[in-house]
């Protein structure tokens, strides 16, 4: 039995944490002598991080995949139900990280540790989020769901097509967002060196 929307959320999985990874750096290093490029970079960062995982990855987890382990794996229940605090909680985190960066960027320095507290919180919590997903709520669906339950997640998640796994093409709509990110972004998640 395939279970393509396993792979799929892993690859989604370490894309963002190579995301995650990469604003941790940015934070450590801060702007240097090109604070437009690491501004307008992190801003591009977390937008990718409340369009994609926040509006598209979470809601399948939320919906499909999350019911059904918790049907068949009671003992999961507790951990799903901290999951589904952390997408509740996750949204409303990355827009409050995008308006730290903002004042930091138009008030100056003295917002600077606000952000910086935040980010650190941030990466902690999404890190540790994906870790229980993948330790706890992956390996009980590998091990419980039906056939036809893959079926509906695998069609689910494979329309996610997110481009930062390196599986998809990017969309029209979004090719600025990724060509930012890739060409500005340093190692491991783009090219650049800020």
């Not at 501004?39 to 995982?53: G, K, N, S, W």
């Not at 999404?126 to 709520?137: A, D, G, I, K, N």
């Not at 669906?141 to 329309?159: G, I, N, T």
């Not at 709509?173 to 060409?183: G, M, P, R, W």
Request: with cysteine; hydrophobic share 45%.
């Amino acid at each position: 039995m395939t279970q393509t929307s396993i792979q799929i959320i892993h690859d989604e999985h370490n894309a963002l944490s190579a995301m995650l990874r990469s604003i941790g750096m940015m934070v450590a290093r801060g702007p240097g002598a090109q604070s437009d490029n690491f501004f307008d970079v992190l801003r591009t960062m977390l937008f990718y991080i409340d369009e994609f995982p926040e509006r598209l990855h979470h809601p399948k987890e939320s919906e499909l995949l999350f019911p059904r382990v918790a049907r068949l794996a009671p003992e999961t229940v507790p951990v799903i139900a901290r999951l589904e605090q952390d997408h509740v909680k996750g949204e409303s985190a990355v827009r409050e990280l995008q308006h730290l960066l903002l004042a930091w960027e138009l008030i100056g320095d003295s917002r600077r540790v606000a952000f910086e507290v935040a980010t650190k919180h941030y990466l902690a919590f999404y890190l540790e989020h994906m870790r229980l997903e993948e330790s706890v709520v992956l390996p009980a669906a590998k091990k419980l769901l039906s056939e036809a339950d893959w079926q509906e997640l695998d069609a689910a998640f494979a329309s996610n097509c997110d481009p930062l796994t390196g599986k998809y093409p990017v969309d029209p709509a979004y090719e600025k967002l990724f060509t930012l990110i890739v060409t500005r972004a340093p190692a491991p998640i783009g090219l650049g060196g800020t």
